[in-house]
């Protein structure tokens, strides 16, 4: 575990390789520093726990928050948190727990998070997911 | 064959309403119309890194799929170490992660890469161990 806190470390406070040489990117997210979600990972519990533990799909699950960098690097994970919780709040937990963002940075978020200080989050009631529509369209139009 | 609409697109064997009559063509698209969608293709390209991690780090250890009998402590342990394990094999090796996805699929190399992973790791322990104690005294 004292080798995990070594590997796993939250990244240098300047903007990313990635976002800084995209002329695309650059302009909207230029004070990014990575993204962070959660997702939920099978869990075996014991049958009193079962019930808060499981998650909106059926399956009993800790949920998993990780927050990465741009360039596929872990650089916080907060792991044990029941599967029924929200990401929100398995977030809110994980900043008071030592996920520190600078002052004036921030990660990228889904729209499953608030719009807060340190975590943008898409427009909500906008279309989002562009780029997959446009690759089912082109399967179906070859087809 | 069934008939389904278009909230649908994916599944095969299913004959869906033709898209490019009057009604539809504004939805087929592509391109963000207002500011707003070309943020969120913006941002759908970058946030797009924490889906394929956490695709990568399943794929990589089929445990963390398996559901296993231990307790909770330890299972909350077994992903920490995971995700460390996975920023070390990305710093350390020289393969790319499709290259490690693909040679993961044919049974006879990955046990072999595992192995190869797994004398690195304790490799990199006991000269972080060394490492410590130095500093200790």
Redesign the interface.
Known sequence: ?A??A???QLPANKCPKE?ETNQ??YP??KD?LG???G?H??????SS?VASDRNRKGQ?S?N?F???T?D???SY?L??WEGSAHDSRVLQDARSKGFEIPEGKYY???AGYALKKGC?T??RG??????E??L??T??VYI | MYISNISF??IQFEL?PC?IGKTNIRK?S???R?K??L?????????N??????G?L?RKFPI???????P?QS???I???L??L???I??KSTQS?IAFASQQESDGQSCTLGKFFANLFYLY?KN?INKNEMTRY
Request: glycine share 2%; charged share 20%; net charge positive.
């Open positions: 575990m080798l995990q070594e590997i796993v976002v695309k990117l909207y997210f990014a993204a962070f979600d997702t990972i099978a869990a075996h519990v014991p726990r009993v800790q998993v990780a927050a990465c741009f596929m690097y872990f994970v792991a044990g990228l978020g889904d943008l898409p427009y906008v279309r989002y997911h562009l780029r529509h446009y089912s369209c399967k179906y | 697109p994916d869906i898209r087929l592509i391109r963000p207002t707003e969608e943020f969120n293709l913006r941002h759908s390209q970058l946030l890194v924490v889906e394929r991690i956490f990568i399943k963390l799929k398996a559901q296993p009998e231990y909770m299972q909350v342990k992903v920490l170490a995700t460390g996975h920023n070390f990305r710093k992660e322990y972080y």
